[in-house]
């Protein structure tokens, strides 16, 4: 027989209870996390959100409650009244450990069953079990944690931007495509067939009007949908700190974003202060081979393409330039470990791997008679590489103009190879901020050149007339944080002028039929007096996610979708009744309807 709650209260939680409450009496509420009989006594480590309190039945004592005791299993719901007592023997492993509760009654409120995987700080089971159960892996202390944390982190954002003198406004979720670079979520209207809702990538045009309407300093915690392939660092919904500001410098914008991000960290017991440092994209990728370096090693790249003859170019079949870093005390890398660093290096977009392995009975290379022994000294004082060291040069498959290609397969090997060396002090909280952006890049599925972050961002004065003759030159007022090697938002100083932005769209293809009806209310808007304005977006749930030391967004989302894009628990997304298809003026096509079957 199940007991009601009526109108017991709760004194305590659980994991508050401390030596100062013995000798009082508690209530406390929660899940049986451990049952241990010993006949006469009875243990039951009661969890609730805060930790776990043990709990004693003694049958000479309490014989009722004992019994009681004795029916419940893991995950129960139990109430307890008893008193706080100093335990003879402390346990120092858990926050409660100098004290228990002596029990004089055991409400049982629910019974549960046998949970599919125990309910423990380290889960063994499968991700794809946990998420399907996600209200039994949320009561894991572990997760738990990383909810309360994010809150607090999203709390103190909230705070910080209102200091600041930003104010929050809701933009839509029903709304138009918002051109962010990946597909849209559409929605169906019941009342118009055939038309369609987009949820919005971002609240970017919102942002903008927001600032024509003259409320020059708006942020929101918001969510916005990217129709993309998933990775670990990327969910299909996900939540941004969006700001934009009117009449602002781009130091203004760091400057409120340094706040947040030094409050913020706070909030998780980092300490971190400001200004960031900055760099130029094009130093990023020269040096780091990315555009999110990772700060907190070194490894740095090196050009070093006239260390390669021309002979040997064409030998290799290289066209463009070699980039090379040197991976410390690798030398006695094996022939095995460099074959499999080739393949990395192949898939990842190179033409060629090369080593030189300075080992203490003297340096070998792959290039060696290719490159003659002068320039193989050439390339490893390049790298400043040292005995025992392995210097590691790439050059890339394809040549695409404006980028470093080479450079960036060596960041993806750098990256691999600080990981596998130990190289990355994980103490370390590196910020950055990345400047000068080109404007486009070349998408090799459309064959042209596309915004590299969305056609809103603002253009280099004195590049727009290269907007029409030489895209890849044109340099963007956009920038970029970085932190620990993640890219946590971007942003940029934005076109106000109408004519600039319908120039820019042209550059990007678009005819002035599509202008008119993607952004021709948004181009209107431009023409009633727009002020200059920037802004930036900052990924919550990454910020989230490196402050709680994790490597999953999933593990600081609570009900996160799989890299399917599927929610587990909920079962979504799922087929809907016909009826409801109908309405929409929606009909299945039936290899698509076999398929979800
Ligand atoms: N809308 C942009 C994004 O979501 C951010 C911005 O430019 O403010 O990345």
């Given at each position: 027989m199940l007991d009601f709650l009526g109108n017991l209260k709760r004194t305590q939680y659980c994991g508050h209870l401390r030596a100062k409450d013995a000798g009082h009496d508690a209530i406390v509420m929660g899940w049986v996390a451990k049952r241990r009989d010993l006949g006469n006594l009875l243990f039951l480590d009661v969890r609730d959100r805060s930790g776990i309190v043990q709990v004693v039945?003694?049958?000479?004592?309490?014989?009722?409650?004992?019994?009681?005791?004795?029916?419940?299993?893991?995950?129960?719901?139990?109430?307890?009244?008893?008193?706080?007592?100093?335990?003879?023997?402390?346990?120092?492993?858990?926050?409660?450990?100098?004290?228990?509760?002596?029990?004089?009654?055991?409400?049982?409120?629910?019974?549960?069953?046998?949970?599919?995987?125990?309910?423990?700080?380290?889960?063994?089971?499968?991700?794809?079990?946990?998420?399907?159960?996600?209200?039994?892996?949320?009561?894991?202390?572990?997760?738990?944690?990383?909810?309360?944390?994010?809150?607090?982190?999203?709390?103190?954002?909230?705070?910080?931007?209102?200091?600041?003198?930003?104010?929050?406004?809701?933009?839509?979720?029903?709304?138009?495509?918002?051109?962010?670079?990946?597909?849209?979520?559409?929605?169906?209207?019941?009342?118009?067939?055939?038309?369609?809702?987009?949820?919005?990538?971002?609240?970017?045009?919102?942002?903008?009007?927001?600032?024509?309407?003259?409320?020059?300093?708006?942020?929101?915690?918001?969510?916005?949908?990217?129709?993309?392939?998933?990775?670990?660092?990327?969910?299909?919904?996900?939540?941004?700190?969006?700001?934009?500001?009117?009449?602002?410098?781009?130091?203004?914008?760091?400057?409120?974003?340094?706040?947040?991000?030094?409050?913020?960290?706070?909030?998780?017991?980092?300490?971190?202060?400001?200004?960031?440092?900055?760099?130029?994209?094009?130093?990023?990728?020269?040096?780091?081979?990315?555009?999110?370096?990772?700060?907190?090693?070194?490894?740095?790249?090196?050009?070093?393409?006239?260390?390669?003859?021309?002979?040997?170019?064409?030998?290799?079949?290289?066209?463009?330039?070699?980039?090379?870093?040197?991976?410390?005390?690798?030398?006695?890398?094996?022939?095995?470990?460099?074959?499999?660093?080739?393949?990395?290096?192949?898939?990842?977009?190179?033409?060629?791997?090369?080593?030189?392995?300075?080992?203490?009975?003297?340096?070998?290379?792959?290039?060696?008679?290719?490159?003659?022994?002068?320039?193989?000294?050439?390339?490893?004082?390049?790298?400043?590489?040292k005995p025992r060291d392995l210097v590691v040069a790439v050059s890339a498959r394809q040549q695409i103009k404006g980028t470093e290609a080479a450079a960036l397969v060596a960041g993806q090997l750098r990256l691999y190879l600080g990981d596998a060396l130990g190289q990355i002090d994980r103490s370390q909280w590196k910020f950055l901020w990345i400047t000068g952006f080109p404007l486009f890049e070349w998408s090799e599925s459309d064959k042209q050149w596309v915004s590299a972050q969305h056609p809103f961002t603002g253009i280099v004065e004195e590049d727009i007339d290269k907007l029409e003759t030489a895209p890849w030159d044109v340099r963007s007022k956009g920038y970029d944080i970085v932190l620990n090697g993640y890219e946590l938002g971007s942003g940029s100083i934005r076109i106000h002028r109408q004519d600039i932005q319908e120039r820019l769209f042209k550059a990007l293809g678009l005819t002035e039929q599509q202008l008119r009806s993607r952004f021709g209310f948004f181009i209107d808007a431009l023409t009633y007096g727009t002020p200059p304005h920037g802004g930036i977006a900052l990924g919550v749930d990454r910020i989230a996610m490196l402050l709680s030391g994790e490597k999953s967004l999933r593990e600081v989302i609570a009900f996160p979708k799989t890299t399917a894009a599927q929610d587990l628990m909920a079962d979504s997304p799922s087929l809907v009744d016909q009826v409801q298809l109908d309405q929409l003026g929606i009909a299945i096509k039936a290899d698509a309807k076999k398929a979800a079957e």
């Open positions: 039945f003694n049958k000479e004592t309490d014989a009722t409650a004992h019994a009681k005791a004795e029916q419940v299993r893991s995950e129960y719901v139990v109430a307890v009244e008893g008193k706080v007592v100093l335990r003879q023997k402390p346990n120092p492993e858990i926050g409660t450990g100098e004290v228990e509760i002596i029990a004089s009654k055991l409400h049982i409120l629910n019974n549960a069953k046998t949970p599919p995987f125990p309910i423990e700080e380290e889960v063994n089971a499968a991700e794809e079990t946990r998420l399907r159960y996600r209200y039994l892996d949320m009561r894991r202390p572990k997760l738990h944690k990383n909810i309360v944390l994010r809150h607090k982190i999203v709390l103190e954002i909230r705070k910080v931007m209102d200091e600041m003198g930003f104010v929050e406004v809701e933009t839509p979720m029903l709304t138009r495509s918002t051109p962010e670079g990946a597909r849209d979520y559409l929605v169906p209207s019941r009342v118009h067939h055939g038309q369609f809702y987009a949820l919005p990538q971002s609240p970017q045009i919102f942002k903008q009007i927001l600032m024509i309407g003259g409320l020059d300093r708006y942020f929101q915690i918001v969510k916005c949908f990217r129709d993309e392939d998933l990775r670990a660092d990327r969910q299909p919904e996900f939540t941004q700190l969006d700001l934009e500001m009117s009449f602002p410098r781009q130091e203004d914008i760091f400057g409120v974003i340094e706040n947040v991000m030094v409050r913020a960290c706070g909030v998780a017991g980092v300490t971190v202060s400001g200004p960031f440092p900055h760099m130029l994209y094009k130093d990023a990728v020269r040096k780091y081979g990315s555009d999110k370096p990772d700060l907190r090693f070194g490894m740095e790249l090196h050009e070093v393409t006239d260390c390669f003859s021309d002979e040997a170019k064409q030998k290799l079949q290289i066209e463009g330039s070699i980039f090379a870093f040197t991976a410390p005390g690798a030398s006695n890398y094996s022939r095995k470990q460099l074959d499999e660093l080739t393949d990395k290096a192949k898939s990842a977009g190179a033409r060629g791997a090369y080593f030189v392995k300075l080992a203490p009975e003297g340096t070998t290379s792959t290039v060696e008679k290719l490159i003659g022994a002068d320039n193989l000294k050439k390339l490893t004082e390049a790298c400043s590489a």
